[in-house]
């Protein structure tokens, strides 16, 4: 079973990635929505909460664990994986988009957008810093040596996403003034650091223009996961394969039902738990 866990319904664009290319897999959600928004904790909460979270998941069964959360990922994936040291595996969304971006960008000119938490933590770009020379390969002659990286937090799109605000014109407006330094800075790759933006990216792709490339975190994280298991094959078998899934959800069931059916793209139901 692959555990999958976000501060609500966000994660649920992960999982339909995973569920898209692993139909097979057992999968078990938890939306910790009586927490939610992890955008806006201090780092020691947010450790303290993933740990929480993992603690259940493993206790369930799950062998492998991912962090669907952008804000977690960012700010409380090393800290997990260092006190589980791989037993279960635990892996976030930030390395796979980074990845992705490093090997899309031509001219080597990287924005990211994310919640505050995330912006704050600057994790998006030590990531990028770690794996540039690896992974970036100018595409062409005016491409710069090294990789520009623009970062800006968009506080108000998880709460009007939430609010099934997805084509109003108060979306449209806050989406072009966010997106207007990246665009300024002639960004040719935007990362889309949080779980809740892919159900934007049409307006997104709109705004940015046929000369960027937008990147999922969700989809990069997906995608990524064939290569670690060929690294892996242990943990491939050790993950259970008859298309179950399970939902849970640390507070209201109505409105993560509501909301993580607009999220999935097919209903779900969840369980209220305590954990
Ligand atoms: N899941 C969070 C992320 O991807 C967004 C929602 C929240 O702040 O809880 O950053």
């Given at each position: 079973?692959?555990?999958?866990f976000d501060s609500g319904?966000g994660g649920?664009?992960?999982?339909?990635?995973?569920?898209?290319?692993?139909?097979?897999?057992?999968?078990?959600?938890l939306g910790d929505q009586a927490n939610m928004p992890y955008g806006s904790h201090s780092k020691e909460r947010l450790n303290k909460l993933v740990v929480q979270n993992i603690e259940f998941?493993?206790?369930?069964?799950?062998?492998?664990?991912?962090v669907a959360c952008n804000t977690a990922s960012a700010d409380a994936l090393r800290h997990v994986?260092q006190i589980?040291?791989?037993?279960?595996?635990?892996?976030g969304?930030?390395?796979?988009?980074?990845?992705?971006?490093?090997?899309?960008?031509?001219?080597?000119?990287?924005?990211?957008?994310g919640t505050r938490g995330t912006i704050n933590s600057?994790a998006?770009?030590?990531?990028?810093?770690?794996?540039?020379?690896?992974?970036?390969?100018?595409?062409?002659?005016?491409?710069?040596?090294?990789?520009?990286?623009?970062?800006?937090s968009?506080p108000?799109?998880v709460?009007?996403?939430?609010?099934?605000?997805?084509?109003?014109?108060?979306?449209?407006?806050?989406?072009?003034?966010?997106?207007?330094?990246?665009?300024?800075?002639?960004?040719?790759?935007?990362?889309?650091?949080?779980?809740?933006?892919?159900?934007?990216?049409?307006?997104?792709?709109?705004?940015?223009?046929?000369?960027?490339?937008?990147?999922?975190?969700?989809?990069?994280?997906?995608?990524?996961?064939?290569?670690?298991?060929?690294?892996?094959?242990?943990?491939?078998?050790?993950?259970?394969?008859?298309?179950?899934?399970?939902?849970?959800?640390t507070d209201?069931?109505?409105?993560?039902?509501?909301?993580?059916?607009?999220?999935?793209?097919?209903?779900?139901?969840?369980?209220?738990?305590e954990i």
């Amino acid at each position: 079973m692959i555990g999958i866990f976000d501060s609500g319904f966000g994660g649920l664009t992960v999982m339909k990635e995973y569920l898209k290319k692993y139909p097979d897999f057992d999968y078990m959600y938890l939306g910790d929505q009586a927490n939610m928004p992890y955008g806006s904790h201090s780092k020691e909460r947010l450790n303290k909460l993933v740990v929480q979270n993992i603690e259940f998941l493993v206790k369930k069964g799950c062998k492998m664990i991912i962090v669907a959360c952008n804000t977690a990922s960012a700010d409380a994936l090393r800290h997990v994986q260092q006190i589980y040291k791989g037993n279960p595996t635990i892996l976030g969304v930030l390395v796979p988009a980074v990845e992705n971006a490093l090997d899309k960008t031509r001219f080597g000119n990287i924005g990211v957008i994310g919640t505050r938490g995330t912006i704050n933590s600057n994790a998006y770009e030590r990531e990028i810093r770690k794996y540039e020379k690896d992974l970036y390969k100018p595409k062409d002659k005016r491409a710069n040596k090294e990789v520009k990286f623009y970062q800006q937090s968009c506080p108000l799109l998880v709460p009007l996403t939430e609010e099934g605000m997805i084509k109003s014109t108060v979306t449209r407006m806050m989406l072009k003034k966010y997106l207007r330094p990246l665009k300024n800075a002639h960004i040719d790759t935007l990362i889309l650091g949080c779980t809740h933006y892919p159900l934007l990216q049409k307006e997104i792709d709109r705004i940015m223009g046929k000369n960027c490339k937008v990147i999922s975190s969700a989809m990069s994280a997906a995608d990524a996961i064939g290569d670690y298991f060929e690294r892996h094959p242990d943990v491939l078998k050790s993950i259970s394969k008859n298309s179950k899934r399970i939902y849970y959800t640390t507070d209201c069931p109505e409105r993560f039902e509501d909301l993580g059916s607009r999220f999935l793209g097919e209903r779900v139901e969840g369980e209220k738990v305590e954990i």
